[in-house]
């Protein structure tokens, strides 16, 4: 069983950044592919970026270029730095764990790009 905490979000202004945070429990952390996902009001959720367990990333198109997708294994952590954010960005953002085609979610946290 993993948990998984998200943290980070808030409300910034268009152009501002943000850095989301994914704490996991357990020691499979290292095994897992990790994901963030995001779902706007009356929208689908989408995936947002992935890393593999031995880092490779891969993001929307809508992010390339904007958003860095990381881990750390000593922490149990991935991360997400979100920069020249924009209204279209806001979203609840969620942590997901892949391990053995087993997934996991975290609550979310709720990402708000607005002047």
């Known amino acids: 069983q993993v948990q998984l905490v998200e943290s980070g979000g808030g409300l910034v202004q268009p152009g501002g950044s943000l850095r989301l945070s994914c704490a996991a429990s357990?020691?499979?952390?290292?095994?897992?592919?990790m994901s963030w996902y995001r779902q706007a009001p009356g929208k689908q959720r989408e995936l947002v970026a992935t890393?593999?367990?031995?880092?490779?990333?891969n993001y929307a198109d809508s992010v390339k270029g904007r958003f860095t997708i990381s881990r750390d294994n000593a922490k149990n952590t991935v991360y997400l730095q979100m920069n020249s954010l924009k209204p279209e960005d806001t979203a609840v953002y969620y942590c997901?764990?892949?391990?053995?085609?087993?997934?996991?979610w975290g609550q979310g946290t709720q990402v708000t790009v607005s002047s």
């Open positions: 890393i593999s367990r031995g880092g490779s990333t």
């Open positions: 997901n764990a892949d391990i053995n085609l087993v997934r996991y």
């Open positions: 357990g020691s499979a952390f290292s095994r897992a592919v």
